[in-house]
């Protein structure tokens, strides 16, 4: 149970960073877990806006069981409240704006069976906040033979953590930026418990990779950056990289798209900080591919989300490459 009662029927949240305090009959900043008559509940358990067969590399997870399918399911509403965010048609939405459909863990996980998936991910929206249905769902998911993983914002408490995390396999975070004014202006929350939920994730074994998405102006000066390089290759050189391409959206769309030239000098700031596995994404190029970081070979090609993987060890030089394979 991630909550306490704090009097006056009032409830401490501690599922997610924001701690919220909840009145009775009031929500958290997340607008879907409430104070009902002082205790709190969800509102959301099993109610799924979206449900699709996607790659892993969607997520995306490129060092996760390469090549296979993944059953992602989202629900509404999130703890973020991003200008940029490209999903705001769900994650601005509450379950009394938004139809649902109810899909309980158990079906949730025959579902996943019955299209050939590997694993179940919860995307689309934060994860964070349907906690209780991702944690019933994970342990099912893992009973059944299928992975787990999370696409999140990385905002969840320790003890949120430490509670999913024997049953949580992979997780992508997104990294908004590298700044505290960052997510106090944009986000509407604070950079330090992301990262230490990454290093968190990574201490207990969860795979991890990261995303930051480049939002010119606002993220992409190299300060930021080099920071953002430096931290993940403290945690681990071999953590994947996913430099993404912004496109303008929801309350940003008098920001450009970023042009590749940024993507480029983000891409040659992170090798030089040490991290070994780079990307870029919402782009075509060469850095789709993993490579070999001894010797250079192509590991595994990507065109799009078609890929062609030859295992885990380089046919040239024979170095292991760490990625966690089916």
């Known amino acids: 149970m991630l909550w306490e009662s704090v009097g006056d029927n009032a409830v401490h949240c501690f599922l997610c960073a924001h ?9 958290g900043k997340c607008h879907v877990r409430q104070n009902l008559d002082g205790s709190l509940k969800t509102l959301i358990y099993a109610e799924v806006s979206s449900m699709n067969v996607d790659p892993i590399e969607k997520k995306p997870l490129f060092h996760f069981h390469p090549g296979s ?20 048609s769900i994650s601005f939405a509450t379950v009394d704006e938004l139809g649902t459909m109810e899909i309980p863990p158990e079906r949730a996980v025959q579902l996943a069976l019955e299209r050939n998936c590997a694993g179940i991910a919860w995307t689309y929206n934060e ?43 992979a997780a992508n975070v997104d990294v908004k930026g590298f700044t505290t004014p960052f997510y106090k202006d944009v986000c509407k929350a604070r950079l330090g418990p992301v990262l230490r939920t990454c290093e968190r994730m990574h201490e207990i074994g969860v795979h991890l990779e990261l995303t930051y998405l480049i ?8 300060e930021q950056l080099t920071q953002f390089s430096e931290w993940a290759a403290g945690i681990d ?5 996913h ?3 912004f496109h303008p959206d929801w309350h940003m769309l008098d920001h450009p798209a ?12 992170a090798t030089h900080a040490g991290l070994r596995f780079v990307y870029l994404g919402n782009v075509a190029s060469a850095h789709e591919n993993t490579y070999c970081p001894e010797c250079g070979e192509t590991i595994i090609e990507r065109r799009g989300y078609a890929t062609k993987s030859r295992g885990k060890h380089c046919p040239t030089c024979g170095h292991e490459v760490p990625v966690i394979d089916q």
């Open 243 to 245: 430099f993404s391409r």
């Open 237 to 241: 050189p071999n953590v994947p990289i």
């Open 19 to 27: 701690h919220c305090k909840i009145a009775v009959w009031e929500r």
């Open 215 to 222: 939002i010119p102006g606002l993220n992409d000066d190299d």
């Open 258 to 269: 970023t042009p590749l030239e940024t993507l480029e000098r983000a891409h040659h700031i």
């Open 69 to 88: 399918r993944v059953f992602s399911l989202g629900s509404v509403s999130c703890n973020f409240t991003c200008e940029h965010c490209q999903n705001y």
């Open 127 to 169: 994860p964070t906040i349907w906690f209780e249905y991702t944690y019933d769902s994970a342990i099912l998911a893992k009973e059944a033979g299928l992975y787990t993983a999370y696409v999140t914002n990385g905002y969840m408490t320790r003890e949120a953590l430490e509670t999913i995390g024997p049953y949580l396999d």
